[in-house]
């Protein structure tokens, strides 16, 4: 298949925003609301956001960062990596 083809045919293809939408849903759904872990003598929260499909992370209830994951151990080493920098 040419270039000008693989352009034409992606350039027509239908997004199907229904389907894409519900795989959202579904990741969002497998990740951890909720999980905690301390660094230097500290106590981080993490929380999820559905909405935004992001881990807040608090610190004595005021916020330090959003990690954009949907995996609790990634988040975690994120920060880790956040707070050594």
Known sequence: MGIE???DKY?????DTDKM??????????????GKMKHGGK???FFFDRR???YIV???DIEV??????????????LKEYLEN
């Open 5 to 7: 083809k693989k352009i």
């Open 11 to 15: 350039l027509n293809e239908v997004i």
């Open 43 to 45: 106590t981080y929260y």
């Open 58 to 60: 608090t610190q004595d």
């Open 65 to 78: 960062t959003r990690l954009n994951t949907r995996k609790i151990t990634v988040a975690k080493k994120w």
């Open 52 to 54: 935004q499909g992001v």
């Open 21 to 34: 939408a519900d795989k959202v849903r579904k990741l969002h759904d497998k990740a951890k609301p909720e």
